[in-house]
């Protein structure tokens, strides 16, 4: 429990402290708490260790994904500290609601059984809505409107599916409920598989799958940029947590869920990518990317789980490092939360040249070009899905990602064409900030020429015969 206590005591922290000290000092608070909990994650390491009678669990797993949000969170922070203020974000409330949703992604992340990873939801979810509206602007509030209201639907519907997995099953632990259902002797097969596809849905407005991504580019584009980075990088982690908890190791004897997730993974990949194509405001563009990324991610949740657990925790890695470092540049550059034009972009080189090979990195990674880790990242999500005998779907999400190189590289080439006009860029220091792309760079080259870095820590067949029970 410790991981999540730390963050919880943090949140309460800052929470109680905004009354006495200043936001900067609440947001170092909120940093060191985030690395504490990194900290007693490492040391719980091969532990598999349980509580409550297995309704959290601290396996290899759990804190391995909870490492990656935590990352994803120190880098938000790290970008909050000197942008907050133009944000105008720049009060102690952001940092305790960040770490309240911070704290809901690790329960999801070691939970046990459906009700534990509701709750993590849950808590994740209303911190939020809250932090995507607490910039006060128009802009802002549509968006956590519609983030608030679809979402809303989503955790009804989630709730839902776990009504009647319970029906069926009389058991909320996943690993009753795979127990349970092998080889179907349940009493309700119908009833465990209409369960199953509402949890699919519910799931689906969490992670962005098509049809359930209609709030993405708008909460995207709306919300402030920091804010943006948190939802996509955080809160998606820990939402794919939760979906391979629930379809890698609960429901994996299940029938018709996986043909369904075949429709959503192709509906995804060719929505996100042809949205993406037709955008022309750089934060729209990155909430397409988002999408279509789902699709790529969703292909490791099809997979046997020793072969596709690995390959979407690697991802996630990346795709966190990388989508974050891409905000970061968007951040410490932009003037108003409305973000950038790809117009904007040009000639960004010849002004701020560290910033945009940054950025241009950063984008190659997200298209799957060597050697950086997106690459290796997207290579393992098809391997799994192909050797699992989704074949035609993997050349689907392959084609998908050659598409993906136009709307990539279109602002990668702007950047490095000359450009007269005056500068558009924020002037100013952001050290922080900086920081945080920093990271991200070195992050998807690193673990782009040196992969087992981080797979090799993941690949261990134990870790994933647990999860499946096998």
């Known amino acids: 429990m410790l991981p999540i206590l730390i963050t919880l005591l943090g949140a309460i922290a800052a929470t109680l402290l905004g009354f006495f000290l200043p936001r900067r000092a609440i947001t170092v608070i909120s940093m060191v708490t985030l690395v504490l909990s990194g900290v007693s994650m490492v040391t719980l390491w091969n532990g598999g260790l349980t509580s409550f009678d297995g309704s959290l669990q601290a396996d290899n797993v759990a804190l391995s994904i909870g490492l990656i949000i935590l990352l994803g969170s120190l880098m938000t922070l790290l970008v909050s500290f000197d942008t907050a203020a133009r944000a105008k974000l720049a009060f102690p409330e952001f940092d305790a609601l960040l770490l309240y949703a911070v704290t809901g992604t690790l329960l999801i992340a070691f939970s046990g059984d459906l009700v534990t990873m509701l709750i993590g939801l849950e808590v994740m979810s209303l911190s939020g809505y809250v932090i995507a509206t607490l910039q006060n602007s128009r802009r802002a509030e549509e968006a956590g409107m519609k983030y608030f209201l679809l979402g809303a639907v989503g955790s009804a519907t989630l709730i839902y599916g776990i009504a009647l997995v319970y029906g069926a099953t009389g058991t909320f632990n996943y690993v009753g409920i795979r127990d349970a259902t092998a080889g179907l002797q349940v009493q309700n097969v119908s009833l465990l598989v209409v369960g199953a596809l509402l949890l699919l849905c519910g799931f689906g407005f969490k992670v962005a799958l098509a049809p359930f991504h209609q709030w993405t580019p708008d909460l995207y584009s709306g919300a402030p940029t920091v804010v943006g980075l948190f939802l996509s990088t955080v809160v998606k982690v820990a939402a794919f947590a939760g979906m391979l908890r629930v379809f890698g190791g609960a429901m994996q004897n299940v029938p018709a869920w996986a043909g369904v997730m075949q429709i959503l993974i192709i509906a995804t990949i060719v929505i996100g990518n ?82 945009a090979v940054a950025l241009a990195v950063c984008l190659a990674s997200l298209a799957g070009l060597p050697p950086f880790a997106g690459f290796m990242g997207k290579y393992l999500a098809f391997q799994a899905a192909f050797q699992a005998g989704y074949v035609g779907l993997t050349l689907i999400a392959a084609m998908g990602s050659v598409a993906a190189l136009i709307y990539y590289l279109r602002p990668a080439m702007l950047m490095f064409m000359h450009d007269r006009t005056p500068a558009r860029e924020y002037p100013g220091e952001r050290t922080p900030t900086t920081a945080a792309v920093v990271l991200g760079v070195v992050g998807v080259t690193v673990l782009g020429v040196l992969p087992n870095l981080a797979y090799g820590l993941v690949a261990n067949p134990a870790i994933w015969t647990v999860l499946a029970g096998r």
Not at 288 to 311: D, I, Q, R
């Open 274 to 355: 042809l949205g993406a194509l037709f955008q022309t405001n750089f934060k729209r563009l990155m909430a397409y990317s988002a999408v279509a990324h789902t699709g790529f991610l969703a292909l490791a949740l099809l997979a046997n789980p020793a072969t596709g657990g690995p390959a979407l925790t690697y991802y996630l890695l990346v795709y966190t490092l990388m989508t974050a470092g891409a905000f970061a540049v968007l951040a410490a550059l932009q003037r108003t939360e409305e973000g950038f034009s790809l117009d904007d972009m040009r000639g960004l080189f010849y002004r701020h040249p560290a910033y």
